[in-house]
């Protein structure tokens, strides 16, 4: 019986001796052992069942393949299995006085290798069959493998599962037209590498990977990135996104709730508007949308501060000279109701109100003042030199200029004279 995992063993006689651990696991191979015995054994009294020699701990590493043994029968003193359906768990031993920490395994091969230890501590028989106490071979280390890179179709696994354990992910120029789910299936993955392939669409299950902090999606077909995407636990974890070389018009909304994201890159796609909310992306350093079709900035975008800004190729348009005015006198009960959720931030969702109300809600527009407003407002353009939110700039135009068009929104005609030398 065997277990692919990462171990650190640790001498509880360190901090006595003022020596710490590294603190972190190698990877390793545990196997539970049946120990052959020096001398034939002989018939046991009363034909007693098995006559097996009690069953013991071994751990092998890729540096160390002879391993060290551990004794088990009566010889643990404690099991912390409080984050073992995270893959980790804690065996501490009596002698020698160490604790064995296991972590990125397999939550249920984990449970079932804890379960065959307490038997071995008990004296018990263990009914999983169990290994012979030989040195692992280096092929065993492979099932252990934390990144793969496949970089043309031959070499795709398509007959093989992806190892459990890999963290990290690259399939480039494999000629994918859609993800492979045995992918989705790699919890401990935490980048993904999808670039150069013909992927027209995401599933949304992509998010179920909650540890994933770097997704390449490069040079594919995408046509848009999913609400469900941007709702998912990649809110939590995602920290660099790139979504270069697609078809993509607009980013929903919902996209500025992934704001742990600190790299994002989506030059030459095809969009005409980058999401209103985008100043909400507050951890947000690197930002590349050069070669697309933007006419203007959203308003929020002056809250962004970046280290590295490209808008480099898009289609900015001059700021007109007159606003465009939609106010609406005295306000409907459908926008005074949506300023009043907003303003005291009321929490809301389909399960309350209509879904149609919530994405009035979820796309209201901020005025100048902090305000929201649904559809009365008055919007004008200026211009705005991108030093403010950036350290770094790539040239907006071939002129050498850093300027670039930036739409804003008015609750009012007061916040709107209010903000008259702005737009002047």
Do not use: W
Not at 288 to 314: I, Q, T, V
């Amino acid at each position: 019986m065997r277990l692919h995992c990462e171990v650190e063993v640790v001498s509880r006689h360190l901090p006595a001796l003022g020596l710490r651990n590294r603190g972190k696991g190698v990877r390793a191979v545990l196997s539970l052992c049946q120990q052959a015995p020096r001398t034939p054994p002989g018939p046991r009294a009363g034909g007693e069942r098995g006559g097996r020699h009690p069953a013991c701990l071994f751990i092998s590493t890729l540096k160390d393949k002879r391993g060290t043994r551990y004794e088990l029968k009566e010889n643990i003193e404690q099991f912390f299995t409080k984050f073992v359906d995270e893959g980790k768990a804690t065996v501490r031993l009596k002698e020698p006085p160490v604790d064995i920490c296991l972590s990125k395994a397999n939550s249920s091969s984990l449970k079932g290798f804890l379960s065959a230890v307490r038997l071995a501590h008990r004296g018990c028989d263990v009914e999983a069959p169990l290994s012979t106490l030989t040195p692992v071979k280096t092929s065993e280390f492979e099932k252990f493998k934390t990144k793969m890179v496949i970089t043309s179709k031959k070499d795709y696994p398509l007959s093989k599962n992806f190892p459990y354990s890999l963290e990290h992910l690259q399939t480039s120029y494999c000629g994918l037209v859609r993800v492979d789910m045995r992918m989705l299936c790699l919890k401990n993955l935490r980048k993904l590498d999808l670039s150069h392939n013909h992927i027209k669409k995401l599933p949304a299950t992509i998010g179920d990977l909650i540890h994933l902090q770097e997704l390449n999606l490069n040079d594919n077909h995408l046509e848009s990135f999913s609400v469900a995407l941007c709702q998912s636990t990649l809110r939590k974890s995602l920290r660099s996104l790139d979504i270069s070389k697609n078809k993509i018009k607009a980013l929903p909304v919902q996209f500025c709730q992934l704001r742990e994201l600190t790299d994002l890159k989506l030059d030459d796609n095809e969009l005409i508007r980058l999401p209103f909310k985008m100043g909400q992306l507050r951890n947000l350093r690197f930002l590349s949308a050069a070669r697309n079709k933007l006419p203007f900035l959203p308003s929020e975008f002056k809250n962004l501060s970046l280290e590295y800004l490209d808008l480099f190729g898009n289609t900015f348009e001059q700021p007109k000279v007159l606003p465009v005015i939609h106010l609406q006198m005295p306000l409907t009960l459908l926008e005074s109701s949506a300023r009043t959720i907003l303003y005291n931030r009321i929490p809301y969702g389909s399960h309350i109100i209509p879904f149609h109300l919530c994405q009035d809600l979820d796309t209201a527009k901020t005025c100048v003042c902090g305000r929201y407003s649904i559809s009365s407002f008055i919007q004008g353009t200026t211009t705005m030199n991108l030093h403010s939110v950036a350290h770094t700039v790539v040239l907006v135009d071939n002129m050498g200029g850093t300027e670039a068009p930036i739409i804003s929104y008015f609750c009012s005609l007061a916040c709107y004279v209010n903000s008259c030398d702005m737009l002047k």
